[in-house]
């Protein structure tokens, strides 16, 4: 067979190399030209392959398997790259006589015929092909696809109310999507928990209150749309917020540390800016939002009762470093570039002040110039980012335009949510969590295999291993599998680093620390979506992982969602509750040593005239690096330009670099190999959090869907 299969797609001796000793070459299928410089331009494909999210597809195969269906005529596949490296296929279609056909049930027909990424992403009904002067589909000819949504379950409803064209405006902004239906499923688009706190926050200043339980309970434009009639108007302070703070859980474990020198535990970014800035309105946007935003204004001290916080007034003006590097050749301006930012790092002052650094770097007229901003851990967090530069942008914007500054409405203070959350540490509700969490004294955890057993674990030992997903991969992963099994994207990467720990350490079972947002909706009249602060929650949970992929999947999605709101009150309980024994209690449960951060999409949707973008300089070290470090590795993932990243971070004094790569390579084959498994047409399931009215435990389910599949 593989004789007769060369046999079409080789040519004997084509340049007559008699003095070689090829004698045999193989087409492959590629469409090239010579040019005039000796170099081959590629210039299609001869036989219709194409690549999609790494996989060859064969469109005639997609186009015959179309045609079987008995409602169609005549079919043409083509594919569609509107932006570099996402490509999707567009199937169009022709009816046989008088028929009618939706595409729910075009989709529905290739998923029991192909894989998952072989079915078109769009299908456009044509009267009639348009055909060359030969009579072949004239492929130039087929018009672009109207709809620029991927085609899903849902039907594509066009938003009817105000309140709908609002929250679709919204998701295709956030999202990065041309076009959304009222009844697409957010999670099924691409998106996540971190993204939901971006839409609620948008709503909310179009005058649509949401809160991330509106949203969970039904992730539609049309279910959000109903919710917000109903839902409350979050009263606010709008003016700057002073006085003592409580601390917050998250906080209450910074301090819990006792690091040598915790002025010194920052987040920063470095930013390139497309666009010169002025010095005095930099100045005058970074002091607006250091008024506006009242944990910018955070001081700390210490008593001999531990540590207490309290907001300061806003200052006249707040100071903004100014660096002329334009006299220096490239190569020692990014070397001063990283020096100047590590001097601003050690700079914060918890107790008198500053808690955020600002520096501008001018590189001359014909290179972009750079923005470094440096704030204390304990003030800011990921969501917090997105809020400061999007004020950032405006309020320099409008200085620009010598308009007055105007930034959207402040959310709940952070001083009012934290006192919410003292009260809330004493209540019913929060007790309640209790029992859940002390389950994990019950687990029988093995430590993480070390290559040095007695090292030392601090930041200046810290080394980093990054892998990472391609854009195609990383499309599949945010678009195909979540529909699969319902699950939103930290379920897959849990599951995959399940299972590469799990055959790292030889054990079914691996305990870590999960980060969350932390902004969970426990208060009907509190909003905290346009808050800036530390909210971070941390929490331990206890994977499982299981051989079969589909049964992993299912496993680890119904660990996660036992866990009570976004985890909040491990910290909650274990630093704030005013019982000794419950304290006590939880510090003495097993401790992780390893911790996973999905940080969310960055920059997914930023425009060619966005004045930021990331550089690629160093911003010297975030922390003090006698500081020890909390865990033996930290996983944090996220996606930028396009592509899932994930960093390992370890102490090289007790693990190599070789382990750790192989680790991380481990958990990117496991990962893969979900995506793959998901775009089967024979994946798929739903798991009790799906159906909670049924109470059915996952093999009663199982054997329910299996029933009515047989049906």
């Known amino acids: 067979q593989f004789s007769v299969f060369s046999n079409q797609f080789s040519v004997n001796d084509p340049l007559n190399t008699e003095n070689c000793t090829l004698h045999t070459v193989y087409r492959t299928g590629d469409l090239c030209r010579y040019r005039s410089d000796g170099n081959i331009e590629f210039l299609g494909r001869v036989d219709h392959q194409v690549k999609i999210r790494g996989f060859r597809v064969e469109l005639p195969e997609i186009e015959a398997a179309l045609a079987l269906h008995p409602a169609v005529r005549e079919t043409a596949v083509t594919v569609q790259e509107k932006t570099p490296g996402s490509k999707r296929l567009v199937a169009y279609y022709t009816l046989a006589g008088d028929t009618a056909v939706t595409v729910t049930d075009l989709r529905q027909f290739l998923a029991e015929k192909l894989p998952a990424y072989m079915i078109p992403a769009f299908f456009v009904p044509l009267d009639a092909m348009p055909l060359t002067p030969s009579g072949k589909i004239d492929r130039r000819a087929l018009p672009e696809p109207e709809q620029s949504r991927p085609d899903l379950a849902a039907e594509f409803v066009a938003p009817q109310s105000e309140k709908e064209t609002i929250l679709a405006d919204i998701w295709q902004a956030v999202l990065g999507l041309e076009q959304v239906g009222v009844h697409d499923n957010f999670f099924e688009l691409g998106g996540d928990s971190i993204l939901t706190i971006q839409v609620i926050s948008r709503a909310n200043q179009a005058g649509l209150h949401l809160s991330p339980r509106h949203f969970f309970a039904g992730p539609t434009i049309s279910e959000l749309a109903a919710a917000a009639s109903a839902a409350p108007v979050i009263q606010a302070e709008q003016g700057p917020v002073e006085g003592p703070v409580p601390l917050t859980p998250i906080q209450h474990w910074f301090f819990a540390q006792d690091l040598p020198q915790p002025h010194h535990w920052n987040q920063s970014l470095l930013l390139r800016v497309k666009q010169p800035l002025q010095r005095e309105l930099l100045k005058t946007a970074v002091t607006h939002l250091t008024t ?19 907001n300061a007034p806003p200052e006249e003006r707040t100071a903004v470093h100014w660096f002329d590097l334009s006299h220096l050749p490239p190569a020692e301006q990014s070397a001063a570039i990283t020096r100047h930012a590590a001097e601003l790092q050690t700079g914060l002052d918890l107790s008198d002040g500053p808690l955020l650094r600002v520096a501008y770097f001018d590189l001359g007229a014909e290179q972009d110039g750079r923005l470094f901003i440096a704030i204390h851990h304990l003030a800011v967090d990921g969501v917090s980012w997105r809020i400061l ?203 992780a040593e390893i911790s996973f951060n999905y940080l969310g999409q960055f920059g997914q949707n930023l425009p060619e005239d966005a004045p930021f973008a990331p550089a690629p300089e160093a911003p010297g070290p975030d922390r003090n690096l006698h500081s020890p470090r909390q865990y033996l590795i930290e996983i944090d993932g996220s996606i930028a330009g396009g592509q899932l990243q994930l960093t390992w971070s370890y102490s090289s004094q007790i693990h190599t670099s070789q382990t750790i790569t192989r680790l991380a390579n481990s958990f990117l084959a496991a990962l893969r190999a979900l995506i793959t498994y998901c775009q089967a047409p024979a994946a798929g399931g739903l798991t009790p959090t799906d159906v909670p009215l049924a109470n059915l435990d996952q093999k009663k389910l199982d054997k329910l869907m299996a029933k009515l599949n047989r049906k």
């Open 292 to 310: 506006h935003h009242d944990a910018l204004r955070l001081r700390f001290t210490q008593a001999e009762d531990g540590w207490m916080q309290f």
């Open 389 to 591: 530069l999007e004020d950032l942008q405006l309020a320099y914007t409008q200085l620009a335009q010598r308009t007055a500054v105007q930034l959207p409405p402040k959310t709940t203070s952070y001083k009012a949510w934290a006192e919410r959350l003292r009260d809330y540490a004493q209540s019913p509700v929060a007790w309640g969590e209790l029992a859940y969490w002390l389950e994990l004294g019950q687990i029988a955890v093995r430590p993480l295999p070390r290559d040095f057993s007695d090292g030392r674990n601090n930041e200046a030992d810290s080394q980093t291993v990054t892998v990472s997903l391609t854009a195609a991969e990383t499309e599949a992963l945010l678009r195909d599998v979540p529909p699969v099994y319902r699950t939103e994207i930290n379920d897959v990467l849990l599951t995959a680093l399940a299972q590469a720990l799990q055959s790292w350490t030889g054990s079914s079972s691996v305990l870590i620390d999960l980060e969350s947002h932390g902004r969970a909706d426990l208060f009907e009249d509190v909003d905290v979506s346009r808050t800036v602060g530390w909210f971070t929650a941390v929490y331990p949970v206890c994977l499982t992982s299981r051989p079969d992929p589909g049964e992993a999947l299912k496993t680890i999605k119904e660990q996660l969602r036992r866990v009570p709101h976004l985890g909040i009150g491990y910290y909650l309980l274990r630093y704030m509750s005013e019982d000794e024994t419950v304290r006590q209690q939880l510090v003495a449960l097993p401790q």
